[in-house]
């Protein structure tokens, strides 16, 4: 999935799930900073943040990468 495909994912399910920036990122240990630039696609994001921000969300790594069934 392209970087920016992903950043978009992850903003629009954090809306969807009613966070802010300052909340997710204060829920993950993260600055906003480290954030804004995930969901704007200038900073990759590793795994273990993938996971961390799927978990957060209460969605699966899955569904952050548009992989789920099987895609």
């Known amino acids: 999935m392209d970087q920016q495909q992903l950043a978009g994912r992850i903003r629009a399910f954090r809306k969807l799930k009613g966070y ?6 204060e829920k993950l240990g993260v600055s906003v900073a480290v ?3 995930v969901e704007r696609g200038t900073r990759k994001a590793e795994p273990r ?5 799927a978990d ?3 969605i699966e790594k899955e569904e952050l990468n548009g992989t789920e069934g099987g895609n």
Do not use: K
């Open 35 to 37: 954030l804004g630039a």
């Open 49 to 53: 943040l993938l996971r961390e921000i």
């Open 56 to 58: 957060a969300l209460g």
């Open 20 to 25: 802010t920036q300052n909340e997710l990122s």
